[in-house]
């Protein structure tokens, strides 16, 4: 996924070297590992919050869903009497 990212930014090899240089000059040899470590748990705190969001809608969704499916059922029964001459 991380060379996905760089292609898409259209990154060279230099590019990415001349980043990470300036990265260390603004923060840091002992900067960077904190960066590094507050990073990561915001981009975890991020998917927690996505997945969670994503786990509600489909509790929702699926109640909605099993409600239709029940007045679904109800409404071929009727049908099948009405269309059965012998009922």
């Known amino acids: ?3 996905v990212f760089i292609l898409f ?3 060279g090899g230099g590019e990415v070297v ?3 240089l300036v990265v260390l000059l603004l923060f840091g040899g002992k900067g960077v590992p904190n960066l590094a470590k507050a990073l990561g748990k915001g981009i975890r ?3 927690d919050a996505a997945n969670g969001i994503q ?3 489909h509790q929702n969704t699926g ?3 099993s409600t239709i499916q029940e007045h679904i059922q109800e409404v071929k029964k009727e049908v ?3 269309s ?3 009922v």
Do not use: A, C, G
Request: hydrophobic residues 40%; negative net charge.
């Open 63 to 65: 109640n909605i869903t």
């Open 18 to 20: 001349m980043i990470l």
């Open 45 to 47: 705190e991020f998917k």
């Open 9 to 11: 930014l259209n990154l």
């Open 55 to 57: 786990k509600d809608l």
């Open 84 to 86: 059965d001459p012998n």
């Open 1 to 3: 996924m991380n060379s």
């Open 80 to 82: 099948d009497k009405l």
